[in-house]
């Protein structure tokens, strides 16, 4: 699952709206794809994520974000989904 395109203008709320909408039904369609699929281990997933956001970041070659967007978000939410 996506959260956008190179060539697609940044998301805004309404996309981020929508991108939950899609994560919600993305977990309804096929649970067994995430590997936190509770609350709990989602939300410790995404803390874990964020304090190593950094590293994810400086792979990248891109700078840390100083600020979140809501592709910051919203990529971070993909990444609970799987993280351990």
């Known amino acids: 699952m996506e959260t956008s395109k190179p060539h697609q203008a940044p998301m805004n ?35 874990a994520w964020l304090e190593d956001m950094d590293g994810y970041f400086s792979g ?3 700078p840390v974000p100083s600020q979140p967007t809501w592709q910051l978000i919203a990529d971070m939410l993909l990444a609970a989904r799987v993280y351990e």
């Not at 309404?14 to 919600?24: G, N, P, Q, V, Y």
């Not at 977990?27 to 936190?36: G, V, Y």
């Open 13 to 47: 709320r309404s996309d981020f709206a929508d991108f939950i909408d899609r994560l919600a039904d993305s977990f309804s369609a096929d649970p067994d794809e995430w590997e936190n699929a509770n609350l709990l281990d989602f939300l410790r997933a995404w803390a």
């Open 60 to 62: 990248r070659h891109e």
